[in-house]
């Protein structure tokens, strides 16, 4: 039988076994890509300006890979890009 009581807001608040429940996330590329553009598209103006200050980021790790690896960076330099088709 589980005991409860009632909280000073009113709502029950029940008596539940304490387990130890581990998290695991798994955090990639894609799922941050997701939480940026949300952050974009329905962000308020803190959440944008992280979301920008993210990207920059990003793009400035990509520059110095692209750099440190001789590959030649942005889309115009993309030869699938500038193929007419």
């Known amino acids: 039988m589980r ?3 009632k ?3 009113g709502c029950e608040e029940y008596d ?3 387990e130890k ?7 990639n590329w894609k ?3 997701h939480s940026i553009i949300l ?8 959440g944008k300006k992280y979301a920008r200050e993210e990207l920059l980021k990003l793009a400035e790790k ?3 890979y692209n750099e440190a690896h001789d590959i030649p960076s942005g889309i ?5 890009f500038n193929k007419k088709g």
Not at 21 to 27: A, D, G, I, K, T
Not at 39 to 46: A, N, V, Y
Not at 76 to 80: H, K, L, P, Y
Request: glycine fraction near 2%.
């Open 39 to 46: 952050l974009l598209e329905s962000g308020d103006s803190d």
């Open 31 to 33: 799922a941050q890509m």
């Open 62 to 64: 990509l520059d110095a």
């Open 16 to 18: 539940l076994p304490k």
């Open 21 to 27: 429940v581990e998290l695991q996330f798994e955090w």
């Open 3 to 5: 005991k409860f009581r």
């Open 7 to 9: 909280t000073y807001r």
């Open 76 to 80: 115009f330099n993309d030869q699938s």
